[in-house]
């Protein structure tokens, strides 16, 4: 099949490289000349495991193209797919005019038939919108070119997005159009043989999904740091609650790791964007407003475990940091709790030595050159003559160090644990003084 994808951004560009690794004819679109240029030649804008090998190979089969050509893109795809950014604004509200743009950009060039499909995190009445704009644009060349509007949200996971497309456990798709069910049905075939994965309803039903869906996730993470909060006060160990609480098969083990907080670019952005929906239907989303708070906080935990230990003097302190994305196999650095950490640090006079096996480059992009900023090339070389260890990120290459080495490095055998990788009874025997997430009263009292 023959498909536009406008938008080479995260979601876009692993919509476009997935479809196109299956056999369907897939034409990119973006309006920076200079990203394009880097596509059609392999060069991908961000880390996503598996996914420059998609690219290359699809390209190089001339299954996959990229074009910054409006009037190509829209003549090229029966299907054509928005995946263009929704930005917040300040009131948490999704900001819809990229959105918008590329429908009437759709509107101004189709000759025949079309598929418009959402695949945009967007709120609810979004399809009506770009139905809208789609009409009007059609109204001022004065034709009647018949389209439809489909909702088709993504469920993909950084750091496993590969897979999550390939063998995906749900493909959400809204629409009353019988044709356009049967293109998406066709289109997704490929993913779809060992049993029916495909869960079709209506437009905004397949909107409210999206968020849902990732509200809930966000909504366990949240509940988790709240029990650990507790359980810190309380003197249990948050590790062995989970346990517990994770057997129950109503419950299970998924995302109820504590830890300092949720980042990226889908919880924090839609969770706010939900709770903006329904101030606008004069609903007051009091879960939800819990879930964004209690995870705001979070993300000052180790700061706060920091502070008490220094005495609240942290100036001039040296602190190595491990871990710098939002979570382990990306290079995101949106929301990420280490954005949090490391400006508290600077506020208070300490420096950061840092290193991540990714996010070195996005961190060097986001904050430049600074005095009080280190980027190294190792774990080992962030921990030289730093007053303490803090981890933020639970990359796989963390779970294991060498703890003789780690406590020679350290002026101060100190760990401040954001994502509970080791065992507390262990690290004391070790020597070290450790601060883990909800591990008992024993961290509240140093």
Same mark, same amino acid.
């Given at each position: 099949?023959k498909?536009?994808?406008?938008?080479?951004g995260?979601?876009?560009?692993?919509?476009?490289a997935?479809?196109?690794?299956v056999g369907?004819?897939v034409?990119?679109?973006?309006?920076?000349?200079?990203?394009?240029d880097?596509?059609n030649?392999g060069?991908?804008?961000?880390?996503?495991?598996?996914?420059?090998a998609?690219?290359?190979q699809?390209?190089?089969h001339?299954?996959?193209k990229f074009?910054?050509?409006?009037d190509?893109?829209?003549?090229?795809?029966?299907?054509q797919?928005?995946?263009?950014?929704?930005?917040?604004g300040?009131?948490?509200s999704?900001?819809?005019?990229y959105?918008v743009?590329?429908?009437?950009?759709?509107?101004q060039?189709?000759?025949?038939?079309?598929?418009?499909v959402?695949k945009?995190?967007?709120?609810?009445g979004?399809?009506? $919108?770009?139905h809208?704009a789609l009409?009007?644009?059609? %109204?001022?060349? *004065?034709?009647?070119? =018949?389209? +439809? !509007?489909?909702s088709?949200p993504e469920?993909?996971?950084?750091?496993a997005?590969?897979n999550?497309?390939?063998?995906?456990?749900?493909?959400?798709?809204?629409?009353?159009?019988e044709?356009?069910?049967?293109l998406?049905?066709?289109?997704?075939?490929p993913?779809n043989?060992?049993?029916?994965?495909?869960?079709?309803m209506?437009?905004?039903s397949?909107e409210?999904?999206?968020y849902a869906?990732n509200a809930m996730?966000?909504t366990?993470?949240?509940?988790?740091?709240?029990m650990a909060?507790?359980a810190e006060?309380?003197?249990a160990?948050?590790?062995?609650?989970r346990?517990?609480?994770?057997?129950?098969?109503r $419950?299970g083990?998924?995302?109820?790791?504590?830890g300092? %907080?949720?980042? *990226?670019?889908?919880? =924090?952005? +839609? !969770?706010?964007?939900?709770?903006?929906i329904?101030?606008n239907v004069?609903?007051?989303?009091?879960l939800m407003?819990?879930?964004?708070?209690?995870?705001?906080a979070q993300?000052s935990?180790?700061?706060?475990?920091?502070?008490?230990?220094?005495g609240?003097d942290?100036?001039g302190?040296?602190?190595?940091?491990w871990?710098?994305s939002?979570?382990?196999n990306?290079?995101?650095m949106r929301?990420?709790?280490s954005r949090?950490?490391i400006?508290?640090?600077?506020?208070a006079?300490a420096k950061v030595?840092?290193?991540?096996?990714?996010a070195?480059e996005?961190?060097q992009?986001?904050?430049?050159?600074?005095?009080?900023l280190?980027?190294v090339g190792t774990?080992?070389?962030?921990?030289?003559?730093?007053d303490?260890?803090?981890i933020?990120t639970?990359?796989k290459?963390?779970?294991?160090?060498n703890f003789?080495?780690?406590?020679?490095?350290?002026?101060?055998?100190?760990?401040?644990?954001?994502?509970n990788?080791y065992e507390?009874d262990?690290?004391?025997?070790?020597?070290f003084?450790?601060?883990?997430?909800?591990?008992?009263?024993?961290?509240?009292?140093?």
């Amino acid at each position: 099949m023959k498909v536009t994808v406008f938008g080479t951004g995260y979601v876009g560009l692993v919509t476009g490289a997935c479809l196109a690794d299956v056999g369907h004819d897939v034409l990119c679109v973006d309006i920076d000349q200079k990203k394009v240029d880097n596509l059609n030649a392999g060069i991908i804008p961000i880390y996503e495991p598996g996914l420059e090998a998609i690219v290359k190979q699809a390209v190089q089969h001339g299954l996959l193209k990229f074009t910054t050509s409006m009037d190509l893109a829209v003549q090229h795809g029966e299907l054509q797919f928005i995946a263009v950014g929704t930005p917040s604004g300040e009131d948490g509200s999704a900001d819809l005019q990229y959105v918008v743009a590329v429908a009437k950009t759709i509107g101004q060039r189709i000759t025949d038939y079309r598929v418009v499909v959402n695949k945009s995190t967007v709120p609810i009445g979004t399809a009506e $919108i770009v139905h809208a704009a789609l009409t009007d644009e059609l %109204g001022k060349r *004065g034709v009647s070119i =018949p389209f +439809d !509007v489909v909702s088709n949200p993504e469920f993909l996971k950084e750091g496993a997005a590969i897979n999550d497309f390939m063998k995906p456990d749900r493909i959400v798709v809204g629409t009353d159009s019988e044709k356009a069910e049967q293109l998406l049905r066709e289109l997704y075939a490929p993913f779809n043989r060992s049993h029916d994965r495909m869960i079709f309803m209506d437009v905004r039903s397949a909107e409210l999904t999206k968020y849902a869906a990732n509200a809930m996730l966000a909504t366990k993470i949240s509940f988790i740091n709240e029990m650990a909060n507790l359980a810190e006060l309380l003197g249990a160990d948050i590790e062995k609650v989970r346990n517990g609480i994770g057997a129950d098969p109503r $419950i299970g083990y998924h995302f109820i790791y504590p830890g300092c %907080g949720y980042g *990226g670019s889908c919880f =924090p952005k +839609d !969770v706010k964007a939900l709770i903006n929906i329904a101030r606008n239907v004069d609903y007051k989303a009091g879960l939800m407003e819990a879930v964004d708070k209690v995870n705001q906080a979070q993300k000052s935990k180790l700061f706060t475990y920091l502070a008490r230990h220094f005495g609240n003097d942290l100036k001039g302190k040296v602190f190595a940091l491990w871990g710098l994305s939002f979570k382990p196999n990306t290079d995101d650095m949106r929301e990420a709790p280490s954005r949090v950490l490391i400006e508290a640090l600077w506020a208070a006079g300490a420096k950061v030595q840092a290193y991540d096996p990714v996010a070195m480059e996005e961190t060097q992009h986001i904050y430049g050159l600074r005095d009080d900023l280190k980027l190294v090339g190792t774990k080992e070389a962030a921990l030289e003559r730093a007053d303490a260890l803090i981890i933020c990120t639970e990359w796989k290459n963390f779970r294991a160090p060498n703890f003789d080495m780690l406590k020679s490095a350290l002026r101060n055998p100190v760990i401040f644990d954001g994502r509970n990788l080791y065992e507390p009874d262990r690290m004391a025997s070790l020597g070290f003084e450790y601060y883990a997430v909800g591990r008992g009263l024993s961290v509240v009292r140093r």
